[in-house]
């Protein structure tokens, strides 16, 4: 679930101003979101689903590889991905990566859904890579 907050910020991505958000009731506010994005798609604007940005040059998400996402999230992704996956190289560097990433990941529902997603992507790859060291198919990783 989306907060008051995060629907805000989205929604002024769209140059929309709400003035008092408290007069306002989450479904209001998504409701809200949901028509500016169906005006915007009319008029060939994208909006990424990650962040509800407009954008006008696109990466790819590595989630799926086919879901278009603006520049900066995609970004994002590419340096997630170095961070948690790059250097990973022992069992207790693995290790260390899963429980960080465990704290990054929070709850979802609380997360943002695309970044919630990409954290289980990145978690299942980290014990896929752990499960293999322990089973010795990966010797050493450079």
């Known amino acids: 679930m989306t907060t008051k907050k ?3 910020s989205m929604l002024e ?3 929309c101003i709400i003035t008092n958000p408290n007069e306002y009731t989450i479904e209001e ?17 994208k909006i ?4 509800g940005d407009i954008f006008i040059f696109h990466a ?8 278009e996402i603006c520049s900066a999230c995609g970004n994002w992704e590419s340096m997630i991905d170095y961070r948690f996956l790059s250097s990973a190289t022992s069992v207790e560097g693995i290790n260390d990566r899963l429980n960080c990433l465990g704290t990054l990941k929070g709850v979802q529902g609380v997360t943002n859904n695309h970044e919630y997603l990409y954290y289980q992507r ?5 014990n896929n ?14």
């Open 13 to 15: 991505g769209y140059r």
């Open 29 to 45: 506010l998504e409701s809200m979101l949901t028509k500016e994005r169906k005006i915007n798609a009319k008029k060939g604007v």
């Open 122 to 126: 990145i978690e299942a790859n980290l």
């Open 6 to 8: 995060e629907l805000i």
């Open 129 to 142: 890579k752990l499960q293999d060291m322990i089973n010795g198919k990966i010797v050493k990783m450079h």
């Open 48 to 51: 990424c689903p990650r962040c």
């Open 60 to 67: 790819l998400s590595r989630l799926d590889n086919k879901t």
